[in-house]
């Protein structure tokens, strides 16, 4: 008997997740399916889900107007490189807070936090003059020190939150066996922090890859990342609606991906790997 | 001896290399996603065939990205563009901060007299050009003849708004989801904005007086408002508030709308059997007016700009004289037939007869552009140009709340 409810606990938890998962990847599925269709299909009321002739011509319109390859890549090295440069920023400072608070520590939290709380727009044109002055307008290294910059909070708050679960006991036995601070950091720290940091890796590559703001405004063609790409195919004047979901199935497909390999390390380096 | 003359002759050639490489100009050119604007990019080597010492690169955003972007850029003279693409409202503006470059050297085939008149002088200042016009446009009814022989009815040339709302009314049929009348309701200057200050102008209201003060709390806007509202809630299709412009065309291409009242471009999309279910049932007429001398229609046109910090000021105007000639036209002619060509610009193209025949809603799209008039908008005196905007940079706040 206990056990024919478990079963139906776990179909009916099974169905339930499958629904909330369809529901919420649902947007997504749809754009890739409109990607598919004409630009007169793409707009017919009501909508066909999936009878319809398939055409792939939407892909070969959007790479035949603007260069895919040009743009990937650009995406790429700006969100890679802003969570390569920010961690290195990050992983010592909240360190730092996290083993050796001072009496400002919480202060210092906030008022890092307290960044995020302006809207980047308000400082738009300083930052254009400054990026301007330091030719920077358009540059891949800008955009990487930007999207560095502005999710430098976020990453630090992680990591801290993170660094606070390990035990400090720890870290004072390797001080007890005479490891030195970057030992420490390197061969005690880190590998009990992996599962934190590589999600925290994971979160700001996805935060870097999507950010469309600055990316947008400092960007005119040869660091253009992909969100410029996208936008390129949105118009309030005419059928776009097919080229714009391809554009934006090509845009996401990496992200995508990557994000389908590391959930899996992810989840497993959440369960196994810290000591709790 | 030999490798060191190899080596020599080697270095020599790689110099004439990169002295040519460096002898390229590169123009960087902000544009709209319309389609015209598409089109000209995908002929692009055409252009360079013609002028090999300049390559072209594309940057194409969004109407509403694009004024943000470009608006920062020239206000902080980053020199991060060589041609604009801006609006009819952009170029006074623009052209007072000194922002533009005055385009006097366009060539002599240019030949600047061959502007529609109306057009030259929304994108001109002090009688210098300051942008080249790419296309212009108003705005005017489309209506559907077979729905009007059904019902009896018989659309004017000039019709008035109370024919307008009886036959919207008279039309609609709701089991059938064929609705009257279909208008911009979405939120924004772009939307129902554009389309409303319009529909104001010929009710006898305006933005501001002579003395700059704000007029909505005037008969004249009430009127326009409650006109409005009841015409959409008696004849308009449902959720009508959240339809724009590639909304109402969907309607209307689907063969559910009776009438539309929209931007004069539309009319070679729903002419178009591609994209077209009522292709060859579509009528056009003006704008409607209520007999105080305005109709309800806008003009506007996308013209070709040069930043006052470019660098590159010579090759953007041989681009800029390339785009905007009457050779252009041709050469959209040629590949992609006349009624692709960018329409409202030139009086030539109007005595085209291959235009003529292959663009049934020329010669409305024409009398609605003649029709405009942004130096004089309303019906009483106002401090403003512009017909659906004021010329002050402040619109872009108040157009968009």
């Known amino acids: ?276 | 001896m030999r490798t060191t003359v190899g080596v020599l002759l080697g270095s020599v050639a790689l110099l004439a290399a990169t002295t040519t490489a460096s002898a390229q100009t590169a123009l960087t050119i902000a544009t709209v996603n319309n389609g015209d604007m598409i089109r000209m990019q995908g002929l692009t080597s055409d252009f360079t065939a013609k002028n090999p010492g300049i390559t072209v690169k594309w940057v194409t955003l969004e109407e509403n990205v694009l004024r943000q972007r470009v608006t920062t850029d020239i206000a902080t003279k980053g020199g991060q563009f060589d041609v604009l693409t801006i609006g009819t409202y952009e170029v006074p503006i623009w052209a007072k901060q000194k922002w533009l470059v005055p385009l006097d050297k366009l060539g002599a085939d240019y030949d600047v007299d061959d502007l529609l008149p109306k057009i030259r002088a929304a994108v001109s200042a002090n009688g210098k050009l300051y942008a080249a016009p790419f296309y212009g446009e108003s705005s005017m009814i489309m209506y559907r003849t077979d729905l009007f022989a059904k019902a009896g009815l018989n659309m004017p040339e000039k019709p008035t708004w109370d024919f307008v709302i009886d036959a919207a009314k008279k039309l609609t049929d709701k089991t059938a989801e064929v609705y009257g009348i279909c208008l911009r309701g979405k939120a924004g200057w772009g939307e129902n904005m554009a389309f409303l200050t319009a529909m104001a102008n010929s009710f006898g209201a305006r933005l501001f007086d002579e003395k700059w003060q704000p007029q909505f709390s005037g008969p004249e806007w009430k009127k326009t408002l409650v006109t409005y509202v009841d015409l959409m809630k008696a004849a308009g299709p449902p959720g009508a508030s959240s339809n724009g412009f590639n909304e109402n065309l969907a309607l209307f291409n689907a063969g559910k709308c009776a009438m539309w009242i929209d931007a004069t471009v539309a009319a070679s999309f729903v002419t178009n059997p591609k994209e077209s279910k009522v292709a060859d049932k579509v009528g056009f007429a003006l704008a409607p007016n209520t007999g105080l001398g305005k109709n309800a229609n806008w003009l506007w046109a996308w013209s070709l700009a040069i930043p006052a910090g470019s660098k590159k000021v010579e090759a953007a105007e041989k681009f800029i004289g390339w785009a905007t000639s009457k050779s252009y036209t041709e050469l959209v002619a040629a590949k992609e037939g006349w009624a692709n060509v960018p329409p409202g610009t030139r009086t030539s193209l109007y005595r085209n007869a291959d235009y003529l025949k292959a663009a049934p809603f020329a010669k409305l799209t024409l009398a609605s552009i003649d029709s405009a008039d942004p130096n004089n908008p309303a019906v009483k005196p106002v401090p403003y140009v512009g017909i659906q905007y004021a010329a002050i940079p402040e619109f872009q706040g108040i157009g968009t709340r």
């Open chain 1, 1 to 276: 008997m206990a056990r024919r409810v478990a079963v139906a606990h776990t179909v009916t938890a099974t169905v339930a997740a499958w629904i909330v998962g369809f529901v919420i990847f649902f947007p997504i599925l749809w754009m890739a399916i409109t990607s598919f269709k004409t630009e007169l299909e793409a707009f017919n009321t009501p909508p066909s889900f999936l009878l319809f002739q398939w055409t792939t011509e939407n892909y070969a319109t959007v790479q035949e107007r603007s260069n895919y390859l040009h743009h990937a890549p650009n995406s790429i090295i700006i969100a890679g490189g802003s969570t390569l440069v920010a961690m290195v920023i990050a992983i010592p400072a909240a360190w730092s807070m996290a083993f050796v608070p001072s009496r400002r520590t919480r202060d210092i939290l906030l008022w890092i936090l307290s960044t995020k709380m302006m809207p980047a727009v308000g400082v738009l044109v300083p930052i254009y003059l400054i990026f301007r002055d330091l030719a920077l307008l358009d540059s891949r290294i800008g955009l990487l020190c930007i999207l560095c910059l502005s999710n430098l909070p976020i990453v630090v708050w992680m990591l801290f939150t993170y660094f606070k679960e390990i035990p400090k006991d720890i870290l004072e036995a390797s001080r007890m066996d005479g490891a030195t601070i970057g030992r420490e950091l390197v061969y005690v720290l880190t590998p009990m922090a992996v599962p934190g940091i590589a999600s925290t890796i994971l979160l700001n590559v996805i935060l870097a890859w999507n950010e469309a703001f600055w990316t947008l405004n400092l960007s005119t063609s040869e660091a253009a990342p992909l969100t410029v790409f996208i936008a390129s195919y949105s118009s309030p004047e005419g059928l776009f609606w097919a080229k714009l979901s391809a554009a934006s199935t090509l845009a996401i497909a990496p992200i995508l991906v990557l994000g389908w390999f590391t959930q899996r390390q992810l989840v497993r380096g959440l369960t196994f790997g810290a000591v709790k």
